[in-house]
């Protein structure tokens, strides 16, 4: 799980409510962070096939004030993945190809298709640069339909990045690559036969992969940016920018009969499927990231595309499922389904800490955007955007920040609180990170 800046570390404060069951423990930690926006969407909690949870929590689509419930839509970006690593091994397990058969026997004239296997595609060990890295096709191509064949050309003849198998890097291009293989393989388009051999046989009746087409009222909108006083609509891309790398749109419900059908070799033998949960580098198999939670061996992959985010682990050892599925941007999946797995497994768990915001007005926030440095090599940019104060550690991600008081900011969620402080003229010449007691301070350079 990654932290999400370089000093921040989450805080919760303990529960005051002991007598609650599982069920009502869940649902209360999520309204929680439901209120501080930290979650809006759907979840699905289940253990031994038997469902403790489902429900929604949050807006739908907060124009109309519909509310997300079970059987909202959502997109899921990259736990397309998991479909995509499947669908390979079927192929495999019908001796069609070989996971260890180097790409250029069925992408022929690749660049270095003779020593890219399709396991370094799946494992994301290929070298190949990630083609969503691309800003300028994100912003405008990727809304738009576009063969996988140019798909492959985004990529094709970049220079790699590293021997193949040499090291790990995650890439979209690897599996934008699988699914042209099953196409080639199979004469068939790749959402053609996911449908058929995943999808139909699971009965995931509510999943498929046209989502800009798709007229449903139980269709999510995503955001990027959601709010009680504002919310920023995302724009779709298209599924076949995103294809085999994350273009599936499906429910909480839907997700929970995958989780099922893994168990039941209905889609996948067994043995075929251990393949998939095998760590190589970075603990990453085919379309799962492999770790360990409470001694037990756990499965989990995340997923992210406009204005969705998405989160699924499994737990073999209990069947225990844990589905999370967001449409807005909020980077909070992964912690909040560890507090629902320590609620499951009779853990210390803990709620976050909520906290009054204020209003600053804009000329204020204004004099706080610049770099300050932490330590060596550290910096803390802050930014402004759309009216929001924004932190930044040097090769971290972004935290929004909230005013208790004028030069007096905290992070939701996140136990971390920054101060300004001005020189005799008026101008802010440094910032105080507080976290746990301690205090990291952090002069204005820029």
Known sequence: ?????????????????????????????????????????????AQKGNIILQKGYGYKNWSSHSLNDEKTIFQVGSITKQFTAVAILQLQQKKLLSVQDNIDKYVPGFPNGDKITIEHLLTHTSGIPNYTNDNEFMKTGALKAITPEKLIELFKNKPLEFAPGEKYNYSNSGYVLLGYIIEK???????????????????????????????????????????????????????????????????VGDLFKWDRGLYTGQIIDTASLSQAFVPHKSNYGYGWIIDSSYNKKILMHDGGIFGFESFVARIPEDETCIILLDNHQCNQLPKIAEEINAIIDNQPYEFPLL???????????????????????????????????????????????????????????????LEFFKDADGKVTRVTLSQDGQQVQGKKIK
Do not use: C, W
């Open 1 to 45: 799980m990654k932290k999400l800046i370089y000093y921040l570390v989450f805080f919760f404060i303990s529960s005051p409510v002991f007598t609650q069951t599982i069920p009502e423990t869940i649902d209360e930690l999520l309204k929680v962070y439901s209120k501080q926006y930290a979650f809006n969407g759907s979840v699905l909690v």
């Open 185 to 251: 393989i199979t004469g068939k388009s790749y959402f053609s036969f996911i449908r058929e051999n995943i999808l139909q046989p699971l009965h995931m009746d509510h999943s498929g992969f046209d989502f800009k087409s798709l007229k449903n009222t139980d269709k999510a909108t995503g955001y990027f940016k959601l709010t009680a006083k504002t919310n920023q609509p995302a724009t779709i891309i298209d599924s076949s920018a995103s294809y085999a790398a994350g273009a599936l749109y499906t429910t």
């Open 355 to 417: 906290r009054k915001e204020i209003d600053v007005a804009p000329s204020i926030l204004k004099q706080y955007v610049g770099e300050y440095q932490l330590a060596p090599n550290i910096n803390l940019s802050i930014y402004l955007e759309d009216g929001q104060l924004v932190a930044q550690v040097t090769g971290q991600g972004k935290v929004e920040l909230y005013a208790e008081r004028d030069n007096f900011f905290f992070t939701k969620i996140v136990k971390a609180q």
